[in-house]
Structures are given as structure tokens and as C-alpha cells.
């Protein structure tokens, strides 16, 4: 079992539209997570850290913890075109704070 | 603030050549990160630093792979010899060490997109 499990996508969603994504971890030991953003041909880029159960907003994105149920989610409310890249989840765990990685999901926002 | 640079942006070799690829953090983070992504994954940690000391290096590939980071700020990774496989982009980042959420975010240079042929 891989310890970040994410769907590759592509996930498709109308302009204006709630983009669900999500992202389970195999590692209860697992302390804190982010979501990265990643344009074609660009690095990383963070748009959520969370590490406490439950939600935690930012504008238009609001990102979901369930540490029970080993999951963890982001809301991309009123998508935007803008918005089309590949989100990447990963954990943090450790005494030296290792970051592990998923393999992303394409997102795709159609005009 | 300056972020992570990084060089050369692309680099072609044959096989059983060798690289170097550097990275120069953002000034004071602590924490420098060589991660290697293959188009259509995502990063892979190949060793991070802690100021000059290896904190993890299980993924590297320590046969072909070295990696150095000297007085604690800029890092040199290098591949020889080079093969097939290791055609991925080369991702530095580093991050701040100490308290608070906000240290552990990772910030990410431009990368360096290796074709082995």
C-alpha cells in the first residue's frame, strides 16, 4: 500500500463549479499534511497546510482532515480555468519532518 | 526575498555521462530537499539536508547518485553514470526548521529537466 493514495485524473469540472479532491495516507503516525498546486512545466506550489481534524479555509479553497478515516480532502469552490493543474497531497511525519508525496490529480476546469 | 535558484534549467547527456545540478536555498532556511519527478508522478525525495547533515537518503540511489551540501547552504547533486531512467525533472526546495506550521511549508526552485538519450 502506498502511503499517499490519490487518483490521477483527469477530474473534469465546469466553470463556477465545486472541484472535489481528495487523498487517503496509510500511516496513522502521519502528522500534517499540504496541498501543493503544480502548473504544467512549473514547481510545487503549497495552498493548504493542515494538521488539526476537521476544515480549514483559504478563499476559495478549503481543505478537510479526517485523521479517523485516514483521509483528507480540497474544496475548490467557484472553479476557475485558472484553476486547471495537477493538486499534489502529501504528509509530514517524523522527528526530522520527512514530506512524502502523492501522485497528484489533474484537474481540468471547463470554460 | 530571494527564493530557491537553481542550475542549469536543462541539461541533456547521453548515458553514462555525468551531472551536476546546484541549489541555492533561501537565506536561512535550514532545511534543503533534492526531490526527482518523472512526468505524470509526483516529487520523490532524495535526500534532504538538515543545515550540513544528511537527515534522509533512503531513496537515493547511492551507487550513481551523490549529493553535498557545504557550510550548510548551497547543494550539488550529481548523477555518474547517468542513465535511461534518470530522465526527470530535479527539484530543490527548502524550508525553515523551528516552531509553527508555516516553517515546515517547502519552497521550490524552478528545477532542472535532465533527458538522458
Known amino acids: 500500500q502506498k502511503e499517499v493514495e490519490q487518483n490521477s485524473g483527469p477530474l473534469s469540472v465546469p466553470e463556477g463549479a465545486i472541484a472535489s479532491l481528495n487523498c487517503t495516507y496509510s500511516d496513522r503516525g502521519s502528522q500534517s499534511f499540504f496541498w501543493y498546486r503544480q502548473y504544467s512545466g512549473k514547481s510545487p506550489e503549497l495552498i493548504m497546510f493542515i494538521y488539526s481534524n476537521g476544515d480549514k479555509e483559504d478563499g476559495r479553497f478549503t481543505a478537510q482532515l479526517n485523521k479517523a478515516s485516514q483521509y483528507v480532502s480540497l474544496l475548490i469552490r467557484d472553479s476557475q480555468p485558472s484553476d486547471s493543474a495537477t493538486y499534489l497531497c502529501?504528509?509530514?511525519?517524523?522527528?526530522?519532518?520527512?514530506?512524502?508525496f502523492g501522485i497528484g490529480t489533474k484537474l481540468q476546469v471547463i470554460p | 526575498e530571494a527564493g530557491v535558484a537553481q542550475s542549469p534549467r536543462y541539461k541533456i547527456i547521453e548515458k553514462r555521462q555525468s551531472v551536476a545540478f546546484w541549489c541555492n536555498p533561501i537565506?536561512?532556511?535550514?532545511?534543503l530537499y533534492w526531490y526527482q519527478q518523472i512526468l505524470g508522478q509526483g516529487p520523490k525525495l532524495l535526500i534532504q539536508f538538515q543545515n550540513n547533515g544528511v537527515v534522509d537518503d533512503s531513496q537515493l540511489p547511492k551507487d550513481r547518485f551523490s549529493a553535498e551540501r557545504l557550510k550548510g547552504v548551497d547543494s550539488t547533486l550529481k548523477i555518474q553514470p547517468a542513465k535511461l531512467e534518470d530522465s526527470a525533472v530535479y527539484l530543490c526546495a527548502s524550508s525553515l526548521v523551528g516552531g509553527g506550521s508555516r516553517t515546515y511549508e517547502q519552497y521550490f526552485g524552478p528545477g532542472t529537466r535532465l533527458t538522458v538519450t
Open positions: 502529501a504528509l509530514l511525519r517524523g522527528g526530522y519532518q520527512k514530506v512524502t
Open positions: 537565506s536561512g532556511h535550514a532545511t
